[in-house]
């Protein structure tokens, strides 16, 4: 899937990030970071806790404001004065460690919040293409279910079809297996291998090494809020070229998480 | 995929908690398991048996019993007291006549005194228009505190004042300022209206700075999580707002609001200051009139008959909320 997403002719990357510079206060988080991920293709972000992979996620949907730098997205630029925020998040889907599901509504009405109040689709074609989207994902019979009913597990499939309702161009996935008991991660990365499979455009932060291996074209490692090294994942775990990722690969495997 | 997986419903989607394997099966250790501990009989005497934070905790028959004979004891005590007490008949002459109570519950215009128990229905009145107007202009005043916009900077000023100033100023001279100002300034509309509609003003402009408070609270409650949840969706902050941030902060502070509006149902009697009859203007008048204050306990009964069911339906939902959380995070 990966070779057919590179070997396609397109028009320019659908994520650009082009020297970025991020700081919360006295703490620089991104420091003058560039990465581009095209149309279709699946880039994995590894790194040690706050070297800066989720704050590089919430910043391409505008969640954070950056300090320097540019964001493009399938070729615009987003992060200069003026852009409409609203509108550019709609074509990027984004979904988080915690899942932060809407806890005062069912799954359903968590699923079509979004396409109706913010692309106006009525109700019923709303609730029709949840309901797709949900028995996509085995979670027909959730429907009406309240959030905290719900196994973690669930709760992150339910979160990833309400970003996947909105149509996005781009999916940004932050670590959104971090929060699960291990025996429940591997129906969510079922969803995401099931999304690269059709040819969706993500960007991942994960820390779950086998799973990058196995489904990114390729690999970035961030230390401070740099790239580090990036490359296919076959060369990136097997043959490190640089000290720093090599070290971190050594402490994945020595906690026996490779 | 499968949908029972073990450990299925034990996930408390509680923000950020690490997601450390450590969570699964053991229900969350909480100050809530102890005390709350299921199936101890409780005593029904008090009628919260099984509800909210009980009167009694653990015990059975035999705690029953001891609470019933303790219950006596001390009520006893306290009518051996007020019987003993060298004015005690005076007293009961005065505040506890039972026909003077009964005639100022009914009133009677003839010998210059009105009814306590209609008049206590401009109280409701009152209360009940106040409590409409003061959680509209609360969270107006809210949402203005918890804006971030720079353009509304000089809101955020002026409903801080706002607030400083009604819930530093005694209401009671709220109700004085209002319905004697008002009507000094003579303007058309503005200044010829009743006691009652200047009492339910100065009520709103009062309350509504507590309860501006309590909103506030409420809004800070709900995890900044959320609200990057919906905007993330591409819904815009007004919309995050009504259908995701407020639901859910006022679903937070229903029983402090509720407080509030038990607190707002007796301050209505302020309003008699200005010569309003409401039920305790009506029974001073009676007191005054025929020099027996007995009209008063009625007003005090009647004001009891309204605010004691408001507040046990307080912690019912307290209690019912407590429940909702707790099955979010126990099988």
Same mark, same amino acid.
């Given at each position: 899937?990966?070779?057919?997403?590179?070997?396609?002719?397109?028009?320019?990357?659908?994520?650009?990030?082009?020297?970025?510079?991020?700081?919360?206060?006295?703490?620089?988080?991104?420091?003058?970071?560039?990465?581009?991920?095209?149309?279709?293709?699946?880039?994995?972000?590894?790194?040690?806790?706050?070297?800066?992979?989720?704050?590089?996620?919430?910043?391409?949907?505008?969640?954070?404001?950056?300090?320097?730098?540019?964001?493009?997205?399938?070729?615009?630029?987003?992060?200069?004065?003026?852009?409409?925020?609203?509108?550019?998040?709609?074509?990027?889907?984004?979904?988080?460690?915690?899942?932060?599901?809407?806890?005062?509504?069912?799954?359903?009405?968590?699923?079509?919040?979004?396409?109706?109040?913010?692309?106006?689709?009525?109700?019923?074609?709303?609730?029709?293409?949840?309901?797709?989207?949900?028995?996509?994902?085995?979670?027909?019979?959730?429907?009406?279910?309240?959030?905290?009913?719900?196994?973690?597990?669930?709760?992150?499939?339910?979160?990833?079809?309400?970003?996947?309702?909105?149509?996005?161009?781009?999916?940004?996935?932050?670590?959104?297996?971090?929060?699960?008991?291990?025996?429940?991660?591997? !129906?969510?990365?079922?969803?995401?291998?099931?999304?690269?499979?059709?040819?969706?455009?993500?960007?991942?932060?994960?820390?779950?090494?086998?799973?990058?291996?196995?489904?990114?074209?390729?690999?970035?490692?961030?230390?401070?809020?740099?790239?580090? !090294?990036?490359?296919?994942?076959? !060369?990136?775990?097997? !043959?490190?070229?640089?000290?720093?990722?090599?070290?971190?690969?050594?402490?994945?495997?020595?906690?026996?998480?490779? | 995929?499968?949908?029972?997986?073990?450990?299925?419903?034990?996930?408390?989607?509680?923000?950020?908690?690490?997601?450390?394997?450590?969570?699964?099966?053991?229900?969350?250790?909480?100050?809530?398991?102890?005390?709350?501990?299921?199936?101890?009989?409780?005593?029904?005497?008090?009628?919260?048996?099984?509800?909210?934070?009980?009167?009694?905790?653990?015990?059975?028959?035999?705690?029953?019993?001891?609470?019933?004979?303790?219950?006596?004891?001390?009520?006893?005590?306290?009518?051996?007291?007020?019987?003993?007490?060298?004015?005690?008949?005076?007293?009961?002459?005065?505040?506890?006549?039972?026909?003077?109570?009964?005639?100022?519950?009914?009133?009677?215009?003839?010998?210059?005194?009105?009814?306590?128990?209609?008049?206590?229905?401009?109280?409701?009145?009152?209360?009940?228009?106040?409590?409409?107007?003061?959680?509209?202009?609360?969270?107006?005043?809210?949402?203005?505190?918890?804006?971030?916009?720079?353009?509304?900077?000089?809101?955020?000023?002026?409903?801080?004042?706002?607030?400083?100033?009604?819930?530093?100023?005694?209401?009671?001279?709220?109700?004085?300022?209002?319905?004697?100002?008002?009507?000094?300034?003579?303007?058309?509309?503005?200044?010829?209206?009743?006691?009652?509609?200047?009492?339910?003003?100065?009520?709103?402009?009062?309350?509504?700075?507590?309860?501006?408070?309590?909103?506030?609270?409420?809004?800070?409650?709900?995890?900044?999580?959320?609200?990057?949840?919906?905007?993330?969706?591409?819904?815009?902050?007004?919309?995050?707002?009504?259908?995701?941030?407020?639901?859910?902060?006022?679903?937070?502070?229903?029983?402090?609001?509720?407080?509030?509006?038990?607190?707002?149902?007796?301050?209505?009697?302020?309003?008699?200051?200005?010569?309003?009859?409401?039920?305790?203007?009506?029974?001073?008048?009676?007191?005054?009139?025929?020099?027996?204050?007995?009209?008063?306990?009625?007003?005090?009964?009647?004001?009891?008959?309204?605010?004691?069911?408001?507040?046990?339906?307080?912690?019912?939902?307290?209690?019912?909320?407590?429940?909702?959380?707790?099955?979010?995070?126990?099988?």
């Amino acid at each position: 899937m990966t070779a057919a997403g590179l070997s396609a002719p397109r028009p320019g990357p659908a994520i650009a990030v082009e020297d970025v510079d991020k700081s919360f206060g006295p703490n620089q988080v991104l420091s003058s970071i560039s990465l581009s991920v095209a149309t279709h293709e699946v880039v994995c972000l590894i790194g040690a806790s706050g070297s800066g992979k989720s704050t590089l996620l919430r910043c391409i949907n505008l969640l954070e404001p950056i300090d320097a730098g540019r964001i493009l997205l399938l070729g615009e630029d987003v992060s200069g004065p003026g852009v409409d925020a609203n509108a550019v998040r709609r074509h990027v889907g984004i979904v988080f460690q915690s899942y932060n599901l809407f806890p005062h509504m069912t799954v359903l009405r968590n699923v079509t919040l979004a396409p109706m109040k913010a692309l106006r689709m009525p109700r019923p074609q709303a609730e029709e293409a949840a309901a797709d989207l949900l028995s996509r994902f085995g979670l027909a019979d959730k429907r009406s279910e309240y959030p905290d009913r719900l196994s973690g597990g669930q709760q992150q499939r339910v979160a990833i079809v309400r970003a996947l309702a909105m149509q996005p161009q781009v999916m940004l996935l932050d670590e959104v297996t971090s929060a699960l008991d291990p025996e429940l991660v591997a !129906e969510v990365l079922d969803v995401i291998r099931e999304l690269a499979g059709g040819g969706m455009t993500m960007l991942i932060a994960t820390h779950e090494m086998g799973f990058a291996k196995d489904i990114a074209s390729r690999v970035c490692f961030l230390e401070e809020g740099r790239i580090i !090294e990036q490359a296919p994942p076959a !060369e990136l775990f097997t !043959e490190p070229r640089d000290d720093r990722t090599r070290r971190f690969l050594r402490r994945i495997v020595d906690a026996g998480r490779l | 995929m499968n949908e029972n997986e073990p450990g299925d419903s034990s996930l408390a989607p509680s923000h950020g908690s690490a997601g450390l394997p450590f969570h699964s099966s053991d229900r969350p250790p909480g100050p809530l398991t102890g005390a709350m501990s299921p199936g101890a009989p409780m005593a029904g005497s008090f009628g919260t048996a099984g509800r909210g934070p009980r009167l009694l905790s653990g015990g059975g028959r035999r705690a029953t019993a001891i609470s019933t004979v303790s219950t006596l004891v001390v009520l006893a005590a306290l009518v051996a007291i007020f019987l003993a007490a060298p004015g005690s008949s005076q007293v009961r002459h005065t505040f506890f006549d039972p026909h003077d109570m009964w005639q100022s519950f009914i009133g009677d215009p003839q010998k210059g005194y009105y009814s306590v128990g209609e008049a206590i229905w401009l109280n409701i009145r009152m209360f009940l228009a106040a409590e409409v107007l003061i959680l509209l202009l609360a969270l107006l005043i809210a949402l203005i505190r918890q804006s971030t916009s720079a353009v509304l900077f000089p809101l955020r000023v002026l409903a801080m004042i706002y607030v400083d100033f009604f819930r530093g100023v005694p209401l009671l001279l709220v109700v004085y300022a209002i319905g004697f100002g008002l009507p000094a300034l003579r303007l058309s509309f503005v200044s010829y209206q009743s006691y009652a509609v200047y009492g339910v003003i100065a009520l709103t402009l009062s309350y509504s700075a507590y309860v501006s408070e309590v909103y506030r609270a409420g809004l800070s409650s709900v995890h900044q999580s959320q609200v990057a949840a919906a905007r993330s969706l591409g819904l815009t902050q007004a919309t995050a707002l009504r259908y995701v941030i407020l639901p859910q902060a006022i679903r937070n502070v229903v029983p402090p609001l509720l407080n509030d509006f038990i607190s707002l149902q007796k301050d209505t009697a302020l309003v008699g200051v200005l010569g309003a009859i409401e039920a305790n203007q009506a029974a001073q008048i009676y007191g005054s009139t025929v020099f027996n204050y007995s009209s008063l306990t009625v007003a005090a009964i009647l004001f009891l008959i309204l605010t004691i069911p408001l507040a046990r339906f307080t912690d019912r939902l307290i209690d019912l909320d407590r429940r909702r959380r707790l099955a979010g995070t126990v099988t």
